[in-house]
């Protein structure tokens, strides 16, 4: 370790490593009990490969708000990390470093969370023992992650309710909800590429983590730098359940209570649709659950393989194109009139259409979004659920982000809507404070036991109804009984969106176009600028700093009429609760168009969200011309302002 000591020392002061990196490293090998972490750390310093220290070690893998998120795999693999490998081409260890993910960071992770659940039921004068849920997806070390989680909470006294194989994210959800167990973790990256992954912790309310609880985790984790931990006594060791076909079959039936209009599909009406999990875990409930509804289902035979590579796709992302592409191909020759595919963790879901020429058309996450929104609140007072008694408590939640026509939508219907921050978890924290909004004496026993008419009749009469939330990023729930996007119950809701348009005669794109006629039309554009490693999170870090340091003015000679900077600014939303503090800018401007700023919380990029609209009109073509020319004039514009402010 001298020897190692003397080498870091002396690329420090070469300028070669950061001085962060050096300390973390000395920290983390210190508190490290990985067979390999020396000797990996030994072979990048002899092969002089500073960068790859840098992006390892430059910080401490810091457990946010929604968990942990990162590379499990280096750009330069060790040989140590490489040693006998692992399954499908993956090394046999994970890459070691103070800012990746490992099992060091974790057991860091699950330790932090175990303490703080311990505590909360010594606040709570709780007995027996505390209980959490995991699951995990396809990714490299993902099952590898989920044991350990659950060895070392039954270590420290905790029962681990275990996935048998990879599920999708909001299984884990719903299972805290119906089991009531006290907090739960999936092993997931979600859409990101297929060297990273991440833990996504929720509590008891089956949401993911918000506060008062993310920063007591948070400080719980950050008190952990060793590896090591003591187990309890035997006698006191927590179970590990294994969960499996059972729990997924309560799910499914919990899902198919989401439709509003079931006759729709009674008895199928011989829609050909293509579903592709893209190596993830989508297929394992929404295949069976399509073909339950009705529908002839086709999968992409090289897409079903459960596979950490993503080997048939750039980005295992439904957000790009590309990522469908193998779908649209089999729904060409198959004539398939849907192609519907998932992220690896199934929290999200894309589609692609037939339009009325017969043409396959890619819906964005807006536009699917939009139209799921439509429809539940139109259905929702054809069938009489809603009123105009009533729609005073009903509510629609999405994000600031997403497109402004649901607001538009949701006015006009008279029903609220609420917007919040980027993250799901902000949207189901709507949920619990409706829950909680009902007066305990006004049912028996606890809520998560009520079926969905009574939790409904009671949410109308005392709360607010939860009609539907999204956000741009391709995630949508229909129902409180999962707290987090959901890519099985989306799929559901497309499907009597789809069944629901061949019973009017119509295609789904069909559909949007009377929407857009309506209400006018609406596009967003959606951009990011990838910046990776030590020196790209300093420049992500410094160019968000400058547009809250100096505010955006004109635009392409288009003058700036309002910035909202929620990073300085205290905002409250519709139902007045303060918007908590975030680094995101908005920007709105005099020609009506505005745009979004805002560095990613899980991936090395800066997004921007662009949105431009026109007024409604039956010339829907030149109204989209219009829209499309003022949005790229007004990324242009963006894109030579961001090279000026990185370039101060």
């Not at 081409?89 to 800012?99: K, T």
């Not at 997931?188 to 060297?195: D, E, F, I, L, R």
Request: charged letters at 25%.
């Amino acid at each position: 370790m001298n020897i190692l000591s003397k080498d870091l020392d002396s690329a420090v002061a070469n300028g070669e490593l950061l001085e962060s990196s050096r300390d973390n490293i000395l920290n983390h090998l210190a508190g490290a009990i990985s067979p390999v972490a020396e000797a990996a750390v030994s072979e990048l310093v002899a092969a002089g490969e500073w960068g790859e220290l840098n992006d390892r070690f430059y910080k401490t893998l810091a457990f946010g708000t929604g968990g942990l998120r990162g590379r499990t795999i280096g750009k330069v693999v060790t040989a140590a990390e490489e040693g006998a490998g692992g399954p499908n081409e993956r090394p046999e260890f994970p890459c070691v470093g103070s800012a990746t993910m490992n099992f060091y960071n974790v057991g860091r992770a699950i330790r932090g969370m175990v303490s703080y659940v311990k505590k909360q039921f010594e606040l709570g004068g709780l007995v027996g023992r505390p209980k959490f849920a995991f699951a995990h997806d396809t990714r490299h070390f993902s099952r590898d992650f989920a044991e350990f989680c659950g060895r070392i909470c039954n270590d420290l006294g905790c029962d681990a309710y275990l996935f048998s194989g990879a599920r999708a994210t909001p299984q884990v959800s719903f299972l805290i909800r119906e089991l009531k167990l006290d907090a739960g973790v999936v092993l997931t990256a979600s859409h990101n590429p297929s060297h990273d992954n991440g833990f996504k912790a929720y509590f008891n309310d089956g949401c993911q983590l918000v506060e008062p609880h993310a920063s007591g985790v948070i400080a719980e984790v950050d008190g952990i730098v060793s590896e090591a931990y003591e187990a309890v006594a035997e006698v006191d060791r927590g179970d590990l359940i294994v969960v499996g076909d059972e729990a997924d079959r309560r799910y499914m039936d919990k899902l198919k209570t989401t439709l509003l209009r079931p006759d729709l599909l009674e008895g199928g009406d011989g829609t050909k649709v293509v579903f592709t999990s893209i190596h993830g875990t989508g297929g394992h409930v929404a295949v069976p659950m399509l073909r339950e509804l009705g529908f002839e289902v086709l999968t992409v035979p090289e897409q079903d393989v459960q596979d950490g590579r993503f080997p048939t796709v750039a980005s295992p992302n439904p957000e790009n194109a590309a990522a469908l592409q193998m779908g649209v191909d089999l729904a060409e020759r198959e004539g398939a009139e849907i192609v519907i595919g998932t992220d690896p963790d199934c929290d999200r879901m894309g589609v692609v259409v037939r339009d009325d020429s017969g043409r396959m058309q890619i819906l964005n996450g807006n536009q699917t979004g939009t139209l799921m929104e439509w429809y539940r609140v139109k259905t929702m007072f054809d069938i009489g659920m809603l009123t105009d008694s009533n729609r005073g408590r009903a509510v629609v939640v999405k994000t600031y982000v997403t497109s402004p026509l649901q607001n538009k939508i949701a006015e006009k219907f008279g029903i609220n809507v609420v917007d919040t921050l980027t993250g799901f978890k902000f949207i189901c924290d709507k949920l619990r404070k409706y829950e909680v909004g009902i007066p305990v004496d006004k049912y028996e026993g606890d809520y998560r036991d009520l079926s969905e008419d009574e939790s409904r009749r009671l949410r109308l009469e005392y709360s607010r109804f939860f009609v539907f939330g999204g956000e741009e990023s391709y995630g949508y729930m229909g129902g409180d009984y999962v707290r987090d996007k959901d890519g099985n119950m989306a799929t559901v809701m497309f499907a009597e969106i789809a069944a629901y348009a061949k019973s009017v005669g119509k295609s789904v794109a069909g559909l949007l176009d009377d929407i857009y006629r309506e209400y006018g039309y609406h596009q967003e554009v959606n951009k990011s600028v990838v910046m990776e490693g030590a020196e790209g999170a300093e420049q992500i870090a410094n160019l968000a700093q400058s547009y809250s340091d100096d505010h955006p003015r004109e635009f392409g000679g288009v003058k700036v009429v309002r910035v909202r900077d929620f990073a300085t600014e205290t905002f409250e939303d519709a139902e007045g609760d303060e918007v908590p503090r975030q680094g995101m800018l908005i920007v709105d401007l005099e020609d009506g168009s505005s745009f979004a700023v805002r560095p990613s919380g899980t991936e090395p990029k800066i997004k921007y969200y662009l949105f431009g609209s026109d007024e409604a009109c039956e010339d829907l073509v030149a109204s989209k011309v219009r829209v499309a020319a003022g949005l790229e004039s007004l990324w242009d514009a963006i894109g030579a302002d961001m090279k000026e402010r990185i370039g101060k």
